[in-house]
């Protein structure tokens, strides 16, 4: 009798260990790796904290995946330094076991992590400010996507934005990395189709202490005017600032690596008049993820914000779609969610979209900047023209 209720209670403590088990949801690791060191670190901050926004909007749904919450984990690329950006990208994959990466930041250091690291481990990566036009060639695999445009398209709005200007002769400097040449060779070949002169165009190396000589030789050219294809807290800056004070240029043309606050802030001397472009939309979506970056601290008129966010939340609906959080699934449906059909879904729409896929709907994700994505990943994009106007950057249009 003893022995027949001892098995009862056994067989019975068996049974609701397998009828009711324990619900605990493993924490899903996502990636962000930004330069916040070097060049470009005074954007990251603000690119890093949007695409956090996204990720937690998603994980506070309660949708993701039956519940599940998402832990953020981050990793400096540097910015220039490919070898530093391959070793903190393996610690991303090979240590913290992330689904996926929301980055890299600069041309050079992205097409080095996805070609030694996330192609490799099969790990997706969506870019928000890498916009080099040799990575649209890339032999990724399928596992690389970028919601910046590519500067072939950048060098052909910012030529015209120039022409329209009056302006047919200029100077050209650019950072001497693959962001730089490719900026430049895009620019200059649309520029001299529309019948402008390029003086002289002279690569600049960042983290010099002197750039008097390359100033000097622009300055030699003739021209006016300078572009500055260079980076808003290295070697563009001090481009600018040698050529203010040698009195070789007062006027300067931007673009979206020279776009920053940091740069009306450190200059001494008057850039009115200077103007530019940067990735950038007038719609309903780019409103709503202004307010929602400000709410949360953020500069809601900071370069690649809206991009930054943007890839964050494809990520996880394409997480979604594919109900898993493999690498090769997550990214055999990202341009699903991010193309029509669908119901399209807008900054704070991540749970209504999460929602939509659960049930075995379609969605557009439309996003901060417009996102549709091609066949190789990439969004043709549209550029905010501006100029600085009493220390501060006005918009001019949307091209």
Do not use: W
């Not at 704070?348 to 990943?377: F, H, M, R």
Request: net charge negative; proline share 4%.
């Amino acid at each position: 009798m003893k022995r027949t209720n001892f098995f009862k209670k056994v067989a019975l403590v068996m049974a609701g260990s397998l009828i009711l088990p324990a619900v605990a949801f493993a924490d899903i690791k996502m990636g962000i790796i930004l330069g916040f060191t070097g060049p470009i670190e005074s954007l990251t901050p603000d690119m890093a904290g949007s695409a956090e926004v996204a990720f937690k909007e998603a994980s506070d749904s309660s949708n993701l995946l039956g519940g599940e919450k998402i832990v953020v984990v981050r990793a400096d690329s540097t910015c220039i330094d490919a070898g530093a950006a391959t070793a903190a990208a393996e610690r991303l994959v090979t240590s913290e076991k992330v689904a996926a990466i929301m980055g890299a930041d600069c041309s050079g250091v992205t097409t080095a992590i996805a070609n030694n690291v996330a192609v490799p481990n099969g790990v997706p990566m969506i870019s928000p400010s890498a916009t080099s036009p040799a990575l649209t060639t890339i032999k990724d695999n399928g596992y690389f996507f970028r919601t910046a445009p590519s500067d072939a398209r950048q060098g052909q709005v910012l030529a015209k934005i120039v022409m329209d200007r009056g302006i047919s002769e200029i100077a050209v400097t650019h950072t001497n990395n693959d962001y730089g040449k490719g900026l430049t060779d895009s620019f200059n070949s649309a520029y001299t189709a529309l019948g402008g002169k390029i003086s002289a165009t002279v690569p600049h190396e960042d983290g010099k202490a002197d750039y008097s000589a390359e100033v000097a030789s622009l300055d030699a050219s003739g021209a006016e005017v300078l572009a500055v294809f260079g980076y808003v807290d290295q070697g563009g800056r001090y481009m600018i600032q040698t050529s203010l004070d040698t009195g070789a240029f007062d006027k300067f043309i931007l673009a979206d690596g020279m776009y920053g606050d940091s740069l009306l802030e450190n200059i001494d001397g008057d850039l009115t008049g200077t103007f530019g472009s940067v990735p950038g939309t007038a719609s309903n979506g780019a409103d709503i993820f202004k307010k929602i970056a400000a709410d949360a601290g953020l500069n809601a008129g900071g370069p690649y914000t809206g991009e930054s966010y943007d890839a964050a939340a494809l990520l996880v609906l394409a997480m979604q779609r594919a109900r898993s959080t493999n690498g090769e699934s997550i990214a055999d449906n990202l341009l699903a969610v991010a193309n029509a059909p669908g119901t399209k879904i807008l900054p704070g729409e991540l749970a209504k979209g999460l929602s939509i896929l659960n049930s075995g709907g379609p969605i557009d994700y439309v996003g901060a900047t417009n996102v549709e994505l091609d066949g190789v990943g990439e969004t043709f994009g549209s550029y905010r023209e501006f100029e600085i106007d009493d220390k501060a950057f006005k918009t001019v249009r949307f091209r």
